[in-house]
T-cell receptor, first 115, second 116 residues
């Protein structure tokens, strides 16, 4: 069975600080990796995704994530956060069963950016 | 463009009452459909997924059931709600294209269910 671990449950940063949110997964096969974001009062949105190729992927709003296969990690980064980045962030990994693509999510990290 | 709708947005139900949550997708055909539950302070847990009309797979044993009467309609039901069914229920869809670029799932706005 696969699992996803997000070690930081709540991160508090000041504006312009750099961000790194950890995500580790356990899965014995080919992985697709995702970061989703849920802004206050909004629905879950895809931030970025990794399927293959360049392990450094760039997403919306200046976010990026690096897939390190040897560490089973897919950490999310942003060099300079803004107050509007306050949200809950979820890492997810997909496995396949037939034509379905089930996602396993981490427990989420609440990011609070102080103005 | 594709859109996904869920209703109701919020629901308060007594223990033992029935439940029906609906999800519909527009702008795509033959999608995979999913129901997730997000409990307070926890991540998302996959409850059911469907690859086609009438085809339902359950991920965890529970008090809930799902049905897919039409291609773009997915319903989450219960005959008798429990207190533990309270949570935030999310519907999602994805394509069936085997290409890696289409493995992403796209989520609806969710339904907040409170069982009293």
């Amino acid at each position: 069975a696969q699992s996803v671990s997000q070690h930081n449950h709540h991160v508090i940063l000041s504006e312009a600080a750099s961000l790194e949110l950890g995500c580790n997964y356990s899965y014995g096969g080919t992985v697709n990796l995702f970061w989703y974001v849920q802004y206050p009062g909004q629905h879950l949105q895809l931030l970025l995704k990794y399927f293959s190729g360049d392990p450094l992927v760039k997403g919306i709003k200046g976010f990026e994530a690096e897939f390190i296969k040897s560490k089973f990690s897919f950490n999310l980064r942003k060099p300079s956060v803004q107050w509007s980045d306050t949200a809950e962030y979820f890492c997810a990994v997909s496995r396949s069963s037939g034509s379905a693509r089930q996602l396993t999510f981490g427990s989420g990290t609440q990011l609070t950016v102080l103005p | 463009s594709q859109t996904i709708h869920q209703w109701p947005a919020t629901l308060v139900q007594p223990v033992g009452s029935p439940l029906s949550l609906e999800c519909t997708v527009e702008g795509t055909s033959n999608p995979n459909l999913y129901w997730y539950r997000q409990a307070a302070g926890r991540g998302l847990q996959l409850l059911f997924y469907s690859v086609g009309i009438g085809q339902i797979s359950s991920e965890v044993p529970q008090n809930l059931s799902a049905s897919r009467p039409q291609d773009r309609q997915f319903i989450l039901s219960s005959k008798k709600l429990l207190l533990s069914d309270s949570g935030f229920y999310l519907c999602a869809w994805s394509t069936k294209n085997s290409g890696g670029a289409n493995f992403a799932q796209f989520f609806g706005p969710g339904t907040r269910l409170t069982v009293l």
